[in-house]
């Protein structure tokens, strides 16, 4: 069974960091897309950062480039989201998620993505 556990949400004040984990079990994610997405109450959730777990290569939307960064440990099965300069417009729900390697998944795609996780809150206070 896949499970994808996110973990480091917590409350910061703007211009701080904060770093989220995922850490995936259940199987082997060889090219593989390992995505975070997040969602603001009211609003749809969005895409913000992807990573091929083989290549490294990575995709952001333009709301986080230059902020946040993503990153992966395949020994540990894990991606990590740094975020940097934090604004209270980031404060959501984020999601961690894993899809097969393709257009989809690189491009931020939701339906490229067939497993998610729970989630993490982050908080951004102003």
């Known amino acids: 069974q896949v499970q994808l556990v996110e973990s480091g949400g917590g409350l910061v004040q703007a211009g701080g960091s904060l770093r989220l984990s995922c850490a995936a079990s259940g199987r082997t994610f060889g090219n593989y897309a390992m995505g975070w997405f997040r969602q603001a109450p009211g609003k749809e959730r969005q895409f913000v950062a992807t990573i091929n777990t083989s290549s490294g290569n990575t995709y952001y939307a333009d709301s986080v480039k230059g902020r946040f960064t993503i990153s992966r440990d395949n020994a540990k099965n894990t991606v990590y989201l740094q975020t940097d300069s934090l604004k209270p417009e980031d404060t959501a729900v984020y999601y961690c998620?894993?899809?097969?390697?393709?257009?989809?998944?690189?491009?931020?795609?939701?339906?490229?993505?067939?497993?998610w996780g729970q989630g993490t809150q982050v908080t951004v206070s102003s």
């Open positions: 998620a894993a899809g097969p390697f393709g257009l989809a998944t690189m491009r931020g795609w939701r339906t490229g993505y067939n497993y």
